[in-house]
């Protein structure tokens, strides 16, 4: 059964901080926030195609501060999706994204009335120093504690993380990653800076005052983490922005890329093919994975085979089922 989200985007009403990576067009209205008949529509249309392709769905609302919007506006909400779980047979669960100082046990208690099943906090970072230089509103605490009352509460923990951020360091966001496994969520989100035209980290680079970090260090570092948060049995579901035209458009400097995740994953491969190959003889090897790997191992425009080919060791590719890296000497094959 494939497992999907319906995702419902709530504009940032209400939204107490300008944070300084924020798009502030997005926040201040350009999309309309959806009535709850209009959501009750959205769920009946969607539940048929889902019904077709038998899928399961969660319906989630995204968009910053879920939490933070007048509160009968949010329980109409949650209402209308809490009617399209028990009547329309696509939906297995609701989730919202909010930031970690619009948690209380009052809102975690109506959010389990309503059934939803998990929550997401806008992190970001772990360290006060990065949070306060980026207009955050909230601390490390708020994260820890707004955790807890989620975990205790009984629904699941999603926490979101950026890399790059202003005043940001490598050692702030492993630390961050360490606090995030300490905290134990079920999810993690990472997601580079990217720095939008019109905010305030727009400014700053743009009076040459920041530059948040370059490509390959961010996909060095985002690699280490997904390897931290999978020995730690966390699920990164998500790395990178999603691909968007305006993102391009408005974008002045920072991190994206479409496939970010892939080039991550593939990093990995590359780290782990190179422990392997340390100590052989220098010369041909075939090395030999699972089909689904083998994009990651030869990499970005065959990018990991000429750095194998740079320090002597020529590989060729093969294919076996259920195998991760095994190096054959060329002599063997
Ligand atoms: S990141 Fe979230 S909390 Fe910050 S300004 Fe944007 S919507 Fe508001």
Wanted: glycine share 10%.
């Amino acid at each position: 059964m494939k497992q999907t989200n319906l995702s419902v985007f709530i504009p940032h009403i209400g939204c107490p901080h300008r944070c300084s990576f924020c798009d502030q067009k997005s926040i201040s209205g350009a999309a309309k926030a959806p009535a709850a008949d209009e959501v009750w529509e959205l769920l009946t249309q969607q539940a048929e195609h889902l019904n077709d392709i038998g899928a399961k769905a969660e319906i989630a609302f995204f968009g910053g501060s879920f939490t933070a919007i007048p509160r009968g506006y949010m329980t109409e909400l949650l209402e209308a999706a809490a009617r399209g779980v028990r009547e329309l047979g696509a939906y297995n669960g609701i989730r919202c994204s909010t930031r970690p100082d619009c948690i209380s046990a009052e809102i975690t208690d109506i959010l389990r009335e309503y059934g939803v099943t998990a929550v997401e906090l806008g992190a970001q970072s772990m360290s006060d120093e990065v949070l306060a230089a980026n207009e955050r509103g909230h601390t490390s605490e708020d994260v820890r504690r707004a955790s807890e009352l989620i975990k205790q509460s009984g629904i699941r923990l999603g926490l979101q993380m950026m890399t790059g951020l202003y005043k940001d360091s490598a050692e702030a966001v492993m630390y961050t990653a360490r606090e995030f496994i300490r905290l134990a969520p079920e999810t993690v989100r990472i997601y580079p800076t990217v720095i939008l035209k019109g905010t305030r980290l727009g400014e700053l680079y743009e009076r040459g005052e920041y530059r948040s970090f370059g490509f390959e260090e961010t996909v060095e570092l985002c690699a280490k983490l997904l390897r931290m948060f999978g020995r730690n049995d966390i699920a990164v579901i998500r790395m990178g922005l999603h691909a968007s035209a305006e993102v391009e458009r408005d974008m002045l400097g920072g991190v994206y890329h479409p496939a970010f995740r892939e080039l991550c994953e593939s990093r990995i491969m590359l780290e782990d093919i190179t422990a392997r190959l340390e100590g052989l003889p220098k010369g041909e090897y075939t090395v030999l994975t699972d089909k689904r790997n083998i994009s990651r191992l030869v990499g970005q425009r065959r990018g990991n085979i000429a750095v194998l080919e740079k320090a002597g060791y020529k590989i060729k590719v093969g294919e076996q089922a259920g195998a991760y890296l095994e190096v054959v000497p060329k002599t063997e094959i």
